[in-house]
């Protein structure tokens, strides 16, 4: 990662990891389908609010996430920008939660806590500074 970020414009970089994946899952979905037409069944039923949903997905779920990565590891430590996948999850939790009115159990809640307080642990300026105290020892 930091040898693409090195040598590569952030945005250029997202491009071909998202067109390079797409083209190898398109791939798979055909020889998955075989000669069965199953997949031209499905596309052929492909509407509107199935395009503006895929597009939500790709723009800000993948190429902006992936931009900002890029960009951040480029810029920064990738210790810290590794740390915040464990987000994810409480992203879609929480989207749930507000969007379709999903429940989160108690021993979810503690969870999360859990995690955001090793996020800010891993994210805050004294952790960076016994990270480099480290790396002088070695």
């Known amino acids: 990662c930091r040898w693409v970020t090195k040598h590569s414009d952030p945005v250029a970089a ?3 990891h998202m067109v390079l994946g797409g083209a190898m899952l398109a791939g798979a979905a055909v020889a ?13 039923q492909f509407n509107s609010s ?11 779920g993948g190429a902006a996430s992936y931009g900002i990565f890029f960009y951040e590891a480029t810029h920064g430590s990738l210790t810290a920008i590794s ?31 859990i995690t955001l307080a090793a996020v ?12 480099e105290v480290a790396a002088k020892k070695e």
């Open 120 to 131: 800010f642990m891993i994210n805050t300026p004294a952790s960076h500074k016994l990270r």
């Open 83 to 113: 740390s915040l996948t464990f987000l994810t999850p409480m992203f879609a939790a929480g989207a749930g939660y507000m969007v379709l009115g999903e429940t989160l159990t108690p021993v979810q809640l503690i969870g999360a806590g």
């Open 32 to 44: 998955a389908d075989g000669s069965s037409g199953e997949l031209a069944a499905r596309l052929a």
């Open 50 to 60: 199935d395009a503006l949903a895929m597009a939500y997905v790709s723009l800000l």
């Open 14 to 16: 997202t491009a071909w």
